[in-house]
C-alpha cells in the first residue's frame, strides 16, 4: 500500500503562546492514531495559522482518522476556523533517495 500524507491548516483565535502550550499537552492523543507514522506540528504566528503533516501508512488509516472524534475534536473547536486538508500520495523511491522520515523513528 502507497503511504498517505495528510496536511492541515487552520487559523487559530487564542493568544500563540497559549496555543504553544496545549500542543504538547494534547499530542499524545495524536501520537496514539492507529496507522499514523508521524505528525509535524506547524504554527505561523504571524498569520495566526497553525496545522499538522501526517504520514500515514494507507488512506484506510487516514480515513480512520478523518472520522474520529479527535480529527472532529479540531475540526469543530470554536478557536479554530478555516480549516484547509490536503491529501498526497507518497513517491516513496524519490523521497527514500532525499531521506524522508517514512518509517516511524525509535521504535
Not at 500500500?1 to 495528510?6: A, I
Not at 488512506?59 to 472532529?72: D, H, K
Request: glycine share 4%.
Amino acid at each position: 500500500m502507497t503511504k498517505k500524507v495528510f496536511t492541515t491548516k487552520f487559523n487559530y483565535s487564542m493568544p500563540a503562546e497559549e496555543l504553544k502550550k496545549i500542543m504538547p499537552a494534547v499530542a499524545p492523543k495524536f501520537s496514539e492514531i492507529p496507522g499514523c507514522i508521524w505528525k509535524i506540528w506547524l504554527i505561523n504566528e504571524d498569520r495566526k495559522e497553525a496545522g499538522g503533516v501526517y504520514l500515514f501508512e494507507s488512506v484506510t488509516e487516514l480515513e480512520q482518522f478523518v472520522n474520529s472524534n479527535l480529527f472532529a475534536s479540531v475540526a469543530t473547536n470554536p478557536a479554530f476556523s478555516n480549516l484547509q486538508t490536503n491529501t498526497f500520495g507518497v513517491a516513496e523511491a524519490a523521497s527514500v533517495i532525499t531521506d524522508a522520515p517514512l518509517m516511524k523513528m525509535g521504535v
